[in-house]
């Protein structure tokens, strides 16, 4: 009894102590910028480096409009509703997975017959009749988890979890992403449909103007089939911008969980969404801790990092104890009877010696795995990177064609009213007016696609850095 109680504290002391890497995240790239010297130059009056988004990112674009839809889809989304319930299964993996710690207990019961050969006593030729026999009793085993395997194998369930959350959050920040990128596309399509309007009604005056100065002999030919042609060109923009329209609806539709034929987008107009300034743009030292896509890849790191240790545990001796108590006996009825109680207890050890090489590459294979999630974890951390530079470097590069594109409608709405001034006192005529009315139109519709990208990439900004706060989002 004294040493079988050493060797149940032995294997106590022994259980949990886990062989293989102990996980630690990887360390993040050291910059302490996104972008180029010269280009963080462009970026100097645009954004606040190092403020956090403190509230739902789309917020900072004050459009009830779009706050509505982004909610819509994080409630009605399919694709959103299934990885929430990927994640439940897999934290139930995990509780799965810790259940195998604890030593397992059933209770059997066996009920049959029986009938022995001759041949079974040798040479006394003794034969026992057929017989009934009956059985009822718990069994217990456990295997202590001498070098820690089993504990591995809950860290490894544990980081797969982790790993799904994540995977629940970067989709969420996509979602988001996606919802108002194509509100943004809905309202600026809605936008160039009303001056595309304008541009075509103002075709036509001048295809009459040039028609009547034709009949009264003061345009040629030529002049006509100008002014045709550019009513022709102008129209040939309506079914691109309407397929533009019928997109975005779609994809609104299906990101709120609807289909499109019963379901109708707000009023959505791109006048309305106000642009943060400056910027709201976290540290980069910030940015491995915030972007769902980089935590789930550290998440599988750490998963790989498990299955090593696992691996390794495999090519360890195990333990199994084993017991038992039943109750046996010919009749039912004596089943519980005291004088039918057997027992049974038992202490196995495997050892593996020889089986061809398997469990050592299953070991190398889990390294070179580990090895593959690190570096695949470092090439989610440099796309994420470049992801933010790009947003940063195509919001400078946006302001300034706005600038230029406000500066193009300016210098047209001036000389439009010059126009209107020299059409009052007789210095040209209507068609020359028309001209350039035509042109400030033009600016305008130039200023509403530079309006339309620049609000697009610093969508596309915020989703870079990470989208709002995880706490925020709703799991």
């Known amino acids: 009894m004294k040493r079988s109680n050493t060797f149940l504290a032995i294997t106590l002391m022994l259980t949990g102590c886990s062989v293989g890497p102990n996980f630690k995240t990887p360390d993040a ?15 100097k009056q645009l954004i606040a480096l190092g403020k956090h988004i403190e509230t739902e990112w789309w917020a900072l674009f004050s459009s009830d409009a779009v706050n509505k839809l982004v909610h819509q889809t ?64 718990p069994s217990a085993s456990w295997t202590p988890d001498l070098f820690g395997g089993a504990h591995r194998a809950i860290e490894r369930q544990q980081a797969l979890a982790d790993y799904q959350a994540h995977e629940v959050d970067a989709l969420y920040v996509a979602l988001t992403g996606d919802t108002v990128a194509a509100a943004v596309d809905l309202a600026a399509a809605n936008a160039e449909t009303e001056v595309l309007a304008r541009l075509v009604a103002e075709d036509r005056v001048s295809l009459q103007l040039e028609l009547s100065s034709y009949a009264a002999g003061a345009a040629t030919r030529q002049e006509i089939l100008t002014a045709q ?41 791109l006048s309305n969404f106000a642009l943060p300034q400056p910027l709201p743009v976290s ?18 790191v750490h998963a790989a990092s498990a299955a090593v240790g696992i691996a390794t545990a495999n090519l360890y001796p195990q333990i199994t104890l084993s017991a038992n108590m039943m109750q046996e ?47 695949q974890y470092r090439q989610t951390v440099l796309i994420a990177f470049r992801q933010v530079a790009d947003a940063l470097t195509a919001l400078a590069h946006d302001d300034q064609a706005a600038t230029n594109m406000q500066n193009a409608f300016d210098t047209d709405r001036a000389a439009l009213d010059l126009a209107h001034s020299a059409q009052r006192a007789g210095a040209i005529g209507l068609l020359q007016l028309e001209d350039a009315e035509r042109a400030v139109t033009l600016a305008e519709l130039d200023m509403i696609r530079a309006q339309h990208q620049r609000t697009l ?12 706060p995880v706490a925020d989002k709703p799991l």
């Not at 030292?285 to 896509?293: H, Q, V």
């Not at 990439?457 to 709002?468: H, I, Q």
């Open 283 to 300: 540290l980069p030292s910030e940015l491995a801790k915030r972007r769902p896509d980089i935590l789930a890849a550290a998440a599988n």
């Open 329 to 375: 006996a010919l009749t039912p009825v004596g089943l519980f009877s005291a004088a039918n109680n057997a027992w049974a207890l038992a202490a196995g050890l495997t050892v593996p010696i020889f089986n061809g090489g398997t469990l050592t590459a299953e070991k190398r294979s889990a390294e070179h795995a580990y090895r593959a999630s690190l570096a």
């Open 74 to 137: 994080v409630g009605n989304n399919y694709d959103l509703i299934s990885a929430k319930e990927t994640l439940a299964q897999a934290e139930a993996m995990v509780q799965a997975e810790s259940g195998t710690l604890a030593p397992q207990v059933s209770l059997g019961a066996v009920a049959g017959a029986q009938k022995y050969g001759a041949a079974l006593f040798g040479p006394a030729n003794f034969s026992i009749p057929p017989f009934s026999y009956y059985e009822v009793g």
């Open 457 to 468: 990439d610093c969508v596309r900004l915020f989703v870079a850095l990470g989208g709002s």
């Open 29 to 43: 790239p050291g910059a302490t910028a996104y972008t180029t010297k010269s280009e963080t130059l462009l970026l």
């Open 229 to 269: 042609n550019r009513l022709i060109s102008d129209q040939a923009l309506s079914p691109a911008l309407e397929q533009r329209l019928s997109v975005s609806r779609h994809a609104l539709a299906l990101f709120v969980g609807r289909t499109p034929a019963d379901w109708t987008p707000p009023d959505l107009d």
